[in-house]
């Protein structure tokens, strides 16, 4: 798999504060940035996902299979 270089811009702070947890976990700068980026973007896929499922569970709401009305009607088809 390639890679391209990209340049980005950090405050003072933020640069600080990476500094500190990448020396504490003994990684690069660049493997900390690219990790962060993968799970925002998974974290981003999964509520993507998520808000499409109730989006399509909102315009076609499930049948009720075993909710108060399956109930109901087992109880009717039963020969007590």
Do not use: C, H, N
Not at 15 to 26: C, H, K, M
Not at 40 to 54: H, M, Q, S
Not at 63 to 68: A, L, Q
Request: proline letters at 4%; a negative charge.
């Amino acid at each position: 798999m390639g890679r391209t270089q990209t340049l980005v811009q950090f405050s003072d702070d933020l640069i600080e504060r990476l500094d500190r947890y990448r020396a504490r976990a003994g990684r690069s700068r660049s493997d900390v940035i690219r990790e962060a980026v993968e799970q925002y973007l998974v974290a981003d896929r999964e509520a993507e996902i998520d808000r499409r499922l109730v989006e399509a569970y909102t315009r076609r709401p499930p049948r009720d299979v075993w909710g108060e009305d399956a109930a109901k009607r087992l109880i009717a088809e039963e020969p007590w």
